[in-house]
């Protein structure tokens, strides 16, 4: 079963809007982190959001914001006031806190394109 | 602050030869990760390391191989290349203490084609 589902494979949206990317995620670990990652088509990718599986708020950095519902397993990510910049793939991964896995666990991503 | 530092950026080789990427970390990180990413198959794990100790490693052939120094700094080796292994080899590194989920932060990558 696939641990992190993105649904989304393209998105197109108008600049200045908001938009919502979404993501799921199945583990049955109680200590775990989902992160999101930006990359540009120059291919570098960038740590955006991170929330943690104990945190009460819903973390937010910036125009990022992460729409955290942990009974419904899901971590969408929020970008607001969408700027042309922000045309990039844009994954979804989790890490699971169990002492033997190091590894981060990705979606298949997100191409978002803004339009001007 | 410096972030993580992958050489070379670009790698053209041929089947049957063998390859070295070399990943810096973030200064004060001690685990870094590989990360293999290929239009078909995603973001794959290849393996992590912290303290010069390989803690995980992912589902690659024998071929994939991996250390790291006392530095932190890391390298990767893959021998016996094979057309399908062009891909965007991505380092990254995070303080790696145990008990903690931190972000992991990614170098430029090293792009690789085999011909």
């Known amino acids: 079963a696939q641990k992190i589902t993105q649904t989304q494979p393209g998105m197109f949206v108008q600049e200045k809007e908001a938009v919502t990317l979404d993501c799921t995620y199945d583990?049955?670990?109680?200590?775990?982190?989902l992160f999101w990652y930006k990359q540009p088509s120059s291919g570098e990718m960038i740590f955006l959001i991170y929330?943690?599986?104990?945190d009460e708020q819903n973390a937010t950095e910036g125009r990022y914001s992460l729409n955290f519902q942990k009974a419904r397993k899901s971590a969408n990510l929020v970008i607001s006031a969408s700027q042309l910049g922000d045309s990039a793939m844009y994954f979804c991964?989790?890490?699971?806190?169990?002492?033997?896995?190091?590894?981060?666990?990705w979606g298949a991503g997100t191409k978002l394109i803004i339009k001007p | 602050k410096a972030g993580v530092t992958q050489t070379p950026r670009y790698l053209i080789k041929t089947r049957g030869q063998q390859v070295t990427l070399s990943c810096s970390p973030i200064?004060?990180?001690?685990?870094v990760s590989w990360y293999q990413q290929t239009p078909g198959q995603g973001l794959q794990f290849l393996f992590e390391?912290?303290?010069?100790?390989?803690?995980n490693k992912g589902n690659f052939p024998g071929r994939f191989s991996g250390r790291q120094f006392s530095n932190s700094r890391s390298e990767m080796n893959v021998s016996t290349l094979e057309l399908g292994d062009s891909a965007l080899y991505l380092c990254?590194?995070?303080?790696?203490?145990?008990?903690?989920?931190?972000?992991?932060?990614f170098g430029d990558g090293t792009r690789l084609s085999i011909l």
């Open positions: 991964a989790m890490r699971e806190g169990r002492r033997s896995n190091y590894q981060l666990i």
């Open positions: 583990t049955s670990d109680q200590s775990y982190g």
């Open positions: 990254a590194s995070s303080p790696g203490g145990e008990g903690t989920i931190q972000p992991q932060h």
């Open positions: 929330q943690g599986s104990y």
């Open positions: 200064s004060g990180h001690r685990s």
């Open positions: 390391y912290f303290s010069e100790t390989q803690r």
